[in-house]
């Protein structure tokens, strides 16, 4: 089981954030909004004559019947996301790119299923009952994994990094071959900006 001790708050993220950029800004947008989830993207600037942000990260959050999320959902969507794009910017523990509220999800997703699990198969013999529960995630990738299985959301890859830093993801439709385009830009000046990674088709 992963200890929550071991991984840093978005709060400390973000005040490191501050110190190296104190004419920075963060900004977030609500993607999607539902009776029953939300999607928020993070944008982090470097100055506040960015045109472009150095770092993005996208959050998901399911509305809950009780918990944390029955009352406070879009809060926490936004924190997640400010945290994956501190972490996509480098202010992340290394081997940590998960932040501790992240974490909580991943334990909070874990509890329900198997609390889920318990109560579906109390009428079911005790040996596959064992056998069947849920297992606690003993490493990152399989927190991850549950967290993404459970809600039905696509993980999303790090920003890769070029001498500029966290590179921005561009997607949309050509004007020339009207066909659907997507891939990494550096976010550094024009004049400088170091060569695109685009999607393999």
């Known amino acids: 089981?992963?200890?929550?001790?071991?991984?840093?708050?978005?709060?400390?993220?973000?005040?490191?954030?501050?110190?190296?950029?104190p004419d920075g800004r963060i900004?977030?947008?609500?993607?999607?909004?539902?009776?029953?989830?939300?999607?928020?993207?993070?944008?982090?600037?470097?100055?506040?004559?960015d045109a472009k942000p150095s770092a993005t990260g996208l959050a998901h959050e399911v509305i809950t019947a009780k918990g944390v999320n029955s009352t406070s959902a879009l809060e926490n969507c936004e924190t997640s996301a400010?945290?994956?794009?501190?972490?996509?910017?480098?202010?992340?523990?290394?081997g940590k790119r998960a932040s501790r509220e992240e974490m909580e999800k991943v334990a909070r997703v874990t509890n329900d299923a198997?609390?889920?699990?318990?109560?579906?198969?109390?009428?079911?013999?005790?040996?596959?009952?064992?056998?069947?529960?849920?297992?606690?995630?003993?490493?990152?990738?399989?927190?991850?994994?549950?967290?993404?299985?459970?809600?039905a959301a696509k993980v999303l890859e790090p920003a890769p990094m070029c001498a500029h830093g966290a590179m921005s993801r561009k997607e949309g439709i050509s004007a020339k071959t009207n066909k659907p385009y997507g891939?990494?830009?550096?976010?550094?000046?024009?004049?400088?900006?170091?060569?695109?990674i685009w999607d393999k088709k």
């Open 1 to 21: 089981m992963f200890n929550l001790a071991e991984y840093e708050t978005v709060e400390e993220r973000i005040s490191k954030w501050w110190k190296a950029f």
């Open 27 to 49: 900004e977030t947008t609500i993607i999607d909004a539902t009776q029953t989830s939300f999607i928020v993207m993070a944008l982090l600037y470097r100055t506040e004559a």
């Open 82 to 94: 400010i945290g994956r794009a501190l972490a996509n910017a480098g202010f992340a523990t290394k």
């Open 114 to 151: 198997t609390t889920i699990k318990i109560q579906a198969d109390l009428s079911n013999d005790w040996e596959s009952f064992l056998t069947d529960v849920p297992q606690s995630p003993t490493t990152l990738a399989q927190g991850v994994e549950m967290v993404s299985s459970a809600m």
């Open 183 to 196: 891939g990494w830009v550096c976010t550094g000046a024009r004049n400088e900006q170091c060569e695109p």
